[in-house]
């Protein structure tokens, strides 16, 4: 029979929200780092604008930071995805969250291809200008041979071993190996809990490696800046500032309007509450070029939200494959731009299968490097072959166009996460509110909630036995 002090133990030490103050204090210190972010942005550009071609030689800065990042995501979301599955009684519920997710990711998917094809009928940008021999080649050159056929993208999903999906650096194969382990693990019962305990351990060093890499995104922000600006120049952003800007205000439009709407109507919420809370992760985007920079980092500060660890341990990971909005919008826009160039506008009726096909296609190039210009490319070379020439008149300010891309995805997967959440149920609306009110802080230090998410498994005697005192 348990004393009085062992039960006000128990209680205590299943109290949410007792964290130690002390190690709060340390947060701070992360203000310098955006600080720095934001400065190193700045510099990179004018260093672009003043010295191009040797701003041009600063890109691995960027690219190594970005491979860092990379480095953990696969770790991460293994670890994530265990330890929510292992942690639900019903598999059902797991597979409820995936099918809801899913069917989102369509259904917005096809509105963001609807808001691009009417931007891009409305504003024409591609009227008026000339093709040489030069852009054709160049647009060629983008058609990548990674991206698959529907039948072998599916296939690509299994991994050669259980540990090559932890090596290849593709997303969707540590999914499938860590919803196998999850669901092993929650058929185990008790005897998996010494597992999921060293899972939980390693989540822990894995999220404390992440916040040490995180010092480096300045110096990673400015050579991928720089290097950007300085291959790109002037004389891109002025020719093409049309189409450009008319991305970058749908894009804006979208997010705001479209997916601020949604997430009002369904979960109450306010865009620009969730936007605030997420700015960082909207800064080393933008600085990068690259939403899978910010992948680990939405992971935890989704989980921090309130949104429960299965919930957000399939949708992330599944909509940075299958939830792409700025780039269907992108490929859309960029579709009309193109005949339009090419003197070959085409009707509605032409237009809507080929972004359908492009729907599809984009799935195929999940994954793949330089994702929105190469799926673009390849979808055109394989449904209208004649469009491949024009796709080199953009590739001067792709990069540029990226980004917003990059943002519409993240802030687009974000909002998933809290629908698919509210949707099945499992997301505290109360911890959601004061997170977003500020009243309890993202922890810098480590990325982790150190008393939420912990493997706990009280035997079903002392249970009873607790619910009674």
């Not at 292992?86 to 409820?96: E, T």
């Not at 069917?103 to 009417?118: D, N, P």
């Not at 860590?178 to 929650?186: D, E, I, M, V």
């Not at 997301?427 to 500020?438: C, Q, Y």
């Amino acid at each position: 029979m348990p004393t009085k002090t062992s039960r006000r133990a128990a209680v205590a030490a299943s109290t949410p929200d007792t964290a130690p103050a002390v190690p709060r204090v340390k947060r701070d210190r992360t203000h310098y780092l955006y600080i720095a972010v934001i400065v190193a942005v700045a510099l990179g550009i004018a260093v672009g604008l003043i010295w191009p071609d040797a701003a041009v030689q600063l890109k691995p800065l960027g690219t190594g930071f970005v491979n860092l990042i990379k480095m953990m995501i696969s770790p991460i979301i293994f670890c994530t995805i265990v330890l929510g599955i292992g942690s639900v009684r019903k598999a059902a519920k797991v597979g409820a969250v995936g099918g809801i997710a899913l069917g989102y990711f369509l259904v917005m998917s096809l509105v963001a291809l609807a808001i691009g094809l009417v931007v891009g009928n409305v504003l024409h940008p591609g009227d008026g200008l000339h093709l040489t021999n030069a852009i054709k080649a160049t647009g060629h050159a983008q058609v990548s041979a990674d991206a698959l056929p529907p039948v072998d993208f599916v296939l690509s999903i299994i991994p050669t071993t259980f540990v090559s999906a932890f090596t290849g650096g593709q997303v969707l194969q540590t999914l499938l190996v860590a919803l196998l382990a999850g669901f092993a693990l929650q058929a185990m019962g008790s005897v998996g809990q010494p597992v999921l305990r060293g899972i939980e351990h390693i989540q822990r060093l894995v999220f404390r490696i992440l916040s040490m890499v995180m010092w480096a995104a300045p110096i990673g922000a400015f050579g991928a800046i720089a290097a950007v600006t300085g291959s790109a120049g002037l004389d891109a952003l002025k020719s093409l500032a049309v189409l450009m800007l008319g991305f970058y205000v749908t894009c804006v439009l979208f997010v705001f309007v479209v997916l601020g709407a949604v997430l009002r109507i369904v979960a109450g919420l306010n865009i620009f509450s969730l936007c605030k809370y997420l700015a960082r992760e909207f800064l080393l985007i933008l600085s990068t070029s690259s939403s899978e920079s910010a992948l680990p980092r939405l992971i935890a500060k989704m989980e921090h939200l309130g949104v429960s660890k299965p919930v957000v341990g399939i949708t992330v990971p599944t909509g940075y494959s299958f939830n792409l909005d700025g780039t269907m919008i992108y490929m859309t826009m960029a579709s009309l731009y193109i005949a339009d160039a090419l003197g070959t506008p085409m009707s509605v009726g032409e237009q809507i299968p080929l972004l359908l096909f492009l729907l599809l296609a984009s799935k195929g190039a999940a994954g793949v490097s330089g994702a929105g210009l190469a799926t673009l490319a390849g979808g055109l070379q394989s449904h209208k072959p004649a469009l491949v020439d024009g796709v080199g008149l953009i590739v001067g300010i792709d990069r540029f166009m990226s980004e917003a891309r990059a943002l519409t995805n993240f802030a687009g997967n974000a909002v998933a996460t809290v629908l698919v959440g509210t949707w099945t149920k499992e997301i505290d609306k109360e911890r959601v509110r004061r997170v977003l009110a500020g009243d309890l802080p993202f922890d810098e230090t480590t990325l982790l909630d150190e008393n939420q998410g912990t493997v706990t498994e009280v035997p079903e005697p002392q249970e009873k036995a607790l619910a009674k005192a």
